[in-house]
């Protein structure tokens, strides 16, 4: 093995997959690429990092609530371009071509062109580490997607995707926490 810079060590252990995360402000739509999320448990609980840095952070902290909208493969220049630009001179979905859908229990559009939407409800603001906890409260999925390849970000303006799935499903059964 050979040494790899520290500085470079969260390339390893990057978290996944990107989510597009739409917000509402109470004017217009918006959304932003996101790389550092989390999941939290297996009840639909979420942590995504952001910041004042960010166009919607003030719509996160005013109402509390967005949707993580999950691009897949052939997004990924889209995924990208939303990202690379600000929703403050930005109307995303009219440039990226994307279709706002009405969410069922939050203000924040689901995207129509993702594989799948979990609409949240932010529970807890960390500003000390601009950590966000998010509850789901609604899910929708597209599962006749041709694409349904998951994008990961490596964290140096490289990515990859989601390739074969193994399943060994039926040998953790007996692992699983009931109800799932």
């Known amino acids: 093995m050979k040494p790899l810079h520290?500085?470079?060590?969260?390339?390893?252990?990057?978290?996944?997959?990107?989510?597009?995360?739409t917000t509402h402000d109470g004017s217009r739509p918006n959304i932003m690429t996101i790389t550092w999320t989390m999941v939290?448990?297996?009840?639909?609980?979420?942590?995504?990092?952001t910041g004042p840095w960010n166009h919607s952070w003030e719509a996160l902290r005013g109402t509390r609530e967005c949707v993580l909208a999950i691009p897949t493969a052939d997004m990924i220049d889209t995924v990208v371009g939303i990202g690379m630009c600000s929703g403050a001179?930005?109307?995303k979905f009219a440039r990226f071509g994307l279709t706002p859908l009405a969410a069922s229990?939050?203000?924040?559009?689901?995207?129509k062109e993702c594989?799948?939407?979990?609409e949240c409800r932010v529970e807890e603001?960390?500003?000390?580490?601009n950590l966000l906890i998010l509850k789901g409260v609604a899910a929708h999925m597209d599962g006749h997607r041709a694409d349904q390849r998951?994008?990961?970000a490596v964290g140096d303006g490289t990515f990859t995707a989601d390739g074969e799935r193994f399943d060994r499903s039926e040998a953790m059964r007996a692992k699983l926490p009931v109800g799932l």
Not at 6 to 18: K, Q, W
């Open 40 to 49: 939290r448990g297996f009840d639909a609980e979420f942590a995504l990092t």
């Open 6 to 21: 520290l500085s470079r060590a969260f390339t390893l252990i990057e978290p996944g997959p990107v989510v597009l995360v």
């Open 105 to 111: 229990h939050v203000r924040a559009p689901l995207i």
């Open 115 to 118: 594989l799948a939407n979990i």
């Open 89 to 91: 001179d930005t109307d």
């Open 150 to 152: 998951l994008i990961h």
């Open 125 to 129: 603001i960390v500003e000390r580490l």
